[in-house]
């Protein structure tokens, strides 16, 4: 199963109808891409780029997939929408990067994409820090979700715990290879593996999903954080175009995978 699509199947759980099928959101990504590279002059591509533009943003001033905006940095002040104050969680994971990565946002995929209520779109979160966000800058929009699956949740997915001594750079049977994978075994015995993902997967869907940069930390007790750093996704829901580059670089998905921050305390 494609790691990335385990972060919103954890989301939809219980979220009743509409049905959600992560396989059918993170559909059509390759379709997308070679679209664009059959593009035959510098005209055509002008009209897709300007078309990706007009894309209209979801929702309005009350719209469930919005909820907090906060600018980035250690010292930021946080930047409230029209509709709501920034959460605390949107400003302690600002507080945690630079500025440069733009304004943070906490949203909602399946309101964004499925157009669930406040009540359907609810999930538990077991971390500080778990959720859904909206990265904006110069104009694009790219999203970063974090979840922390414990050992029973992982448990009821694969059937095994979470191991850390397995190797996800190794390719098991015909699951996709891992693009730029790197595995790093922490001091405490955890393991951090992070990968690029280009999204080039088939489907029927109306959701484009960008390339993204993954990450998965297995800890010794059999749990383990999933984030998906993600450009961006055309289609149903479009906040904007695709980010150049995925929100946060793989330096700095590291840094908040370690970090106390998104560890439950108590």
């Known amino acids: 199963m494609n790691d990335v699509r385990e972060l919103l199947d954890r989301a939809a759980e219980g979220a009743g109808k509409p049905a959600f099928a992560a396989e059918a959101v993170y559909a059509k990504a390759a379709r997308i891409r070679r679209r664009r590279r059959a593009a035959a002059s510098a005209a ?57 990565v733009g304004e943070i946002e906490e949203v909602s995929l399946l309101a964004l994409i499925k157009g669930v209520t406040p009540e359907q779109a609810q999930t538990v979160h077991l971390g500080p820090l778990d959720g859904q966000y909206a990265f904006r800058k110069d104009g694009a929009v790219g999203y970063l979700v974090l979840s922390l699956e414990d ?26 290879s891992r693009t730029d994978c790197e595995r790093e075994v922490l001091p405490d015995g955890r393991t951090l593996t992070t990968w690029h993902d280009t999204m080039d997967v088939e489907g029927e869907d109306s959701v484009d999903w960008g390339p993204e940069l993954v990450g998965r930390l297995v800890q010794r007790d059999g749990s383990q954080f999933l984030v998906r750093s993600s450009t961006g996704f055309e289609g149903t829901g479009n906040q904007g175009p695709l980010l150049s580059e995925p929100p946060l670089s793989r330096q700095q998905l590291k840094e908040l995978l370690t970090g106390p921050e998104v560890l439950p305390t108590g």
């Open 44 to 100: 055509v591509l002008a009209v897709v780029a300007a078309g990706a533009f007009a894309l209209p943003r979801a929702g309005g001033t009350e719209d469930p997939a919005h909820t907090s905006v906060a600018s980035a940095g250690p010292s930021a002040s946080p930047t409230t929408s029209a509709s709501a104050p920034a959460s605390a969680k949107a400003e302690r994971l600002a507080a945690l990067l630079p500025p440069d």
């Open 151 to 176: 050992r029973e949740a992982v448990e009821k997915k694969t059937g095994r715990p979470a191991d850390p001594d397995e190797d996800l750079c190794v390719r098991v049977g015909h699951e996709p």
